[in-house]
C-alpha cells in the first residue's frame, strides 16, 4: 500500500504562525522530502461552513488568503496537490454512506466537538450539519486512501473517528477504505501555540495572532507586546521562562542557526534561558532576537507571497487544477464503495440477469 498524505484547514481567516508551528511547517518539510506517494492539501470550506452558514462571504473572501499562505508557505503545487473541499461532490455522497455506520452518541462523546459546541453556544441549537462534521472529515480523509494526516492534537478524535469508521465500512461492505494515523508535531511547545497575551491558543476571535502575511512592522509591533514574565521587572531580577511568550515562542522557532547567526554569545536556547532565570538579561533583548528569528522564517514567505499576488488568476487556475486532479481520485475511490456497498447497478451484469431471469420465469 502506498503512503498518501492529506491534511487540510478551514478557510476562516488567513492563516498564523501558530498554523505554521503546528502544521504547515512540517508539511513543507515532508512536502520536500518526497517520500510519498501522494500528498494532499484541502481548504476544507464545506466544514468552514458548518458554523458559517450565514456567512459564506467571509469564506469566499478566505479562500485566496489561505491558498497564498500554502504557497507562500513553500507548498508547490507540482508536488502537492492543492484543492477545494465544496468542488468534490462525491465527499458528500462518502459522508452520506459514513453517516450510517456510526450512532449520535458516539458523535456526542467527541471531545473536540464538545468543546466547540460550548465555544459557539451551541449547546441548545445544534446545527446538524456542524453536528456531523467529524463524519464529513473520515470522508475526507478515506476518500483519497490517506494513511498519514499531519495535524494538531486536537485533531486526534477526528481520527479516532475515521479509523472506525473505516473498520465499519471494511467489515460491512469489503476492504476498500484505509485507516489513518495522525502525524502530531514533534515539539511539545508546538502543539498549541498560545497567543501573543499568552492567555489561550492563538485565535483570530481573541486578536492575539501573527499573521504569515503579517508585515515586518506589523510583526515587531506584536512582539514588543508580548506578554513576559510579570515578576521580572528590574533586570537584575531572577525571569520565568514558564508562561512566558517570548521563550515559548522561541521553544517553538529558533534553531541552533538562528543563535550562531544572530545570538552567537550564546550556544544555545538552554544557555539563553539559563542566563534569563539567573537575572541581567532584559525583556527587550530577548524580544529583539525573537522578531529577528521569525523574520527569518516569515521574509522568505512574505517574498513569495508577493509574486503569487502579481497573478491572482493563476493562483485560482492552480486550485482549479488540483482540484480536477483530486477529483480523479475521487471518482475511482466512489466507483469501489459504490461497487462494495452493491449499489453499482449499471455495472452490474450479475444484478441485471439475475433479475431479468427471475422475472422471465414469473411469466412461464
Ligand atoms: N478540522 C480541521 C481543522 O479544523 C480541518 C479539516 C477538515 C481536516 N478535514 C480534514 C484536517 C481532514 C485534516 C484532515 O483545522
Known amino acids: 500500500m502506498g503512503k498518501v498524505i492529506l491534511t487540510g484547514d478551514r478557510p476562516t481567516g488567513r492563516l498564523h504562525v501558530g498554523h505554521y508551528v503546528g502544521s504547515l511547517r512540517r508539511r513543507v518539510e515532508l512536502q520536500n522530502e518526497g517520500d510519498y506517494d501522494r500528498m494532499f492539501v484541502f481548504m476544507a470550506d464545506v466544514q468552514a461552513l458548518t458554523d458559517n452558514a450565514d456567512n459564506p462571504e467571509k469564506i469566499r473572501q478566505n479562500i485566496i488568503e489561505v491558498a497564498l499562505d ?66 464529513s472529515q473520515a470522508a475526507d480523509i478515506t476518500l483519497f486512501k490517506a494513511n498519514i494526516v499531519p495535524a494538531g492534537e486536537d485533531q486526534e478524535p477526528m481520527l479516532e473517528v475515521t479509523r472506525e469508521l473505516v473498520n465499519r465500512f471494511n467489515n460491512t461492505y469489503g476492504p476498500v477504505l484505509v485507516e489513518p494515523s495522525i502525524m502530531l508535531p514533534p515539539e511539545g511547545a508546538c502543539r498549541r501555540l498560545p497567543g501573543i497575551d499568552g492567555k489561550a491558543k492563538m485565535s483570530k476571535s481573541l486578536g492575539n495572532c501573527i499573521y504569515l502575511s503579517d508585515t515586518a512592522d506589523e510583526v515587531w509591533q506584536k512582539v514588543r507586546s508580548m506578554y513576559t514574565d510579570p515578576t521580572h521587572v528590574n533586570l537584575n531580577d531572577p525571569g520565568h521562562v514558564e508562561g512566558n511568550m517570548v521563550f515559548t515562542y522561541l521553544d517553538a522557532f529558533s534553531t541552533p542557526d538562528d543563535f550562531a547567526e544572530c545570538w552567537p554569545e550564546y550556544s544555545g536556547l538552554d544557555e539563553l534561558k539559563e542566563h534569563y532565570c539567573k ?30 499576488e502579481k497573478d491572482i488568476p493563476e493562483v485560482y487556475n492552480i486550485l482549479k487544477k488540483g482540484t480536477e486532479s483530486a477529483r480523479e481520485v475521487a471518482a475511482r475511490t466512489i466507483d469501489e464503495v459504490r461497487h462494495a456497498m452493491r449499489i453499482d447497478y449499471f455495472n452490474d451484469a450479475a444484478l441485471i440477469a439475475e433479475q431479468a431471469e427471475r422475472f422471465a420465469s414469473k411469466q412461464q
Request: glycine share 6%; net charge positive; aromatic share 10%.
Open 70 to 135: 500554502y504557497l507562500a508557505a513553500g507548498l508547490d503545487p507540482e508536488k502537492c496537490t492543492l484543492f477545494i473541499q465544496s468542488q468534490i461532490p462525491e465527499l458528500s455522497e462518502l459522508t452520506t454512506y459514513l453517516m450510517n455506520l456510526i450512532t449520535v452518541s458516539r458523535v456526542q462523546r467527541n471531545p473536540t466537538v464538545k468543546t466547540e459546541i460550548k465555544m459557539r453556544n451551541f449547546e441548545a441549537n445544534i446545527p446538524l450539519g456542524f453536528f456531523c462534521y467529524p463524519v
Open 279 to 308: 537575572g541581567g538579561l532584559g525583556d527587550m533583548k530577548c524580544k529583539k532576537f525573537l522578531n529577528r528569528v521569525l523574520n527569518r522564517t516569515l521574509e522568505p514567505m512574505r517574498e513569495r507571497r508577493r509574486e503569487f
